[in-house]
């Protein structure tokens, strides 16, 4: 379910983005996050599920924790306007490495030899799938690190908070998190000038289609959001990392089909590399 909803969303995405002429990715998050908040307190509201009672400690983790979500969010977005599409996937395809980094510095987790060669092609063949105009600056290939690290970050500690001491269930966490990154992203809106960007679109290019297209749009995330914490919850965060390169190739598929893309005998070759390396970690 995530797997099948992370690729619709990535390419429902696509399609608000350019068939809609809403090019406003940060309202678009703001959207997700405001969705995800409404969904989250409505099932509470139906007890689906009863918040856990968090201490100021717990509190400080939950802030620092959408802090992370929006901050992961706008650095990707920054480096992908100061690097090529191909550069950025190549790079961000490094983040079950980094994920593994972590897990075996601060958990003190191991994994098999068979697990670590299973990821060599689940990272080499998105930078085959996604072989083009590698360009970048310094600022760019930095900000691009630093994103992929602060990816496998989020991965990693959304997996702590729900198997560690918070165990927090995945709809108390969206809970949680939802409205603080909605604020965070707001407010990252209006600093970066899109939100007078947007309210201009509503005077002049508004339509009821595109607006049931967002609540959809948005009403899609919050269902991945909570399937990823639960798959996250009941998997791993390396798990989680790997499924994220598989979808990437697989989006690059659907967009050869729905949008009417070309692509090389080496992208060609790339995704059945990160296909067989998905399959041959599981």
């Known amino acids: 379910m995530y797997f099948v909803l992370n690729l619709v969303l990535t390419l429902y995405n696509k399609i608000i983005l350019s068939l809609f002429q809403f090019p406003y990715p940060w309202t678009l998050t703001a959207i997700h996050t405001l969705c995800g908040a409404i969904g989250a307190y409505l099932f509470w509201r139906f007890n689906v599920f009863t918040p856990a009672k968090l201490g100021e400690r717990e509190n400080i983790i939950m802030i620092l924790f959408s802090v992370l979500y929006t901050i992961n969010i706008a650095i990707s977005n920054v480096s992908l306007n100061l690097v090529t599409v191909p550069f950025h996937q190549v790079v961000r395809a490094m983040t079950p490495v980094f994920t ?3 897990s075996v510095m601060f958990l003190s987790k191991s994994y098999s ?7 060599l092609p689940v990272v080499a063949g998105v930078a085959f799938a996604t072989f083009g105009d590698y360009d970048y600056t310094g600022m760019g290939f930095f900000l691009t690190v ?6 496998a970050v989020k991965t990693v500690v959304t997996n702590r908070v729900q198997v560690g001491r918070l165990k927090l269930h995945p709809l108390d966490l969206l809970l949680r998190m939802s409205p603080l990154a909605f604020m965070q992203t707001l407010v990252y809106a209006y600093a970066t000038g899109e939100m007078a960007q947007v ?11 595109l607006a049931f297209a967002l609540l959809v749009n948005g009403v899609i995330a919050f269902f991945l959001n909570v399937v990823s914490f639960t798959a996250n919850k ?9 499924a994220g390169n598989v979808k990437q190739v697989l989006s690059i598929v659907l967009a050869v089909i729905i949008f009417k893309l ?4 080496m992208n060609a070759w790339g995704i059945l590399l990160t296909l067989g390396g998905g399959a041959w970690y599981t």
């Open 199 to 209: 309210r201009e679109f509503y005077r002049t290019g508004f339509t009821w289609t």
């Open 100 to 102: 593994i980094l972590l």
């Open 234 to 242: 009941k998997t791993s965060a390396l798990t989680m990392t790997v």
């Open 113 to 119: 030899t068979m697990t670590y060669i299973s990821l």
């Open 146 to 151: 630093l994103g992929t690290v602060l990816a």
């Open 262 to 265: 070309h692509i090389t005998w």
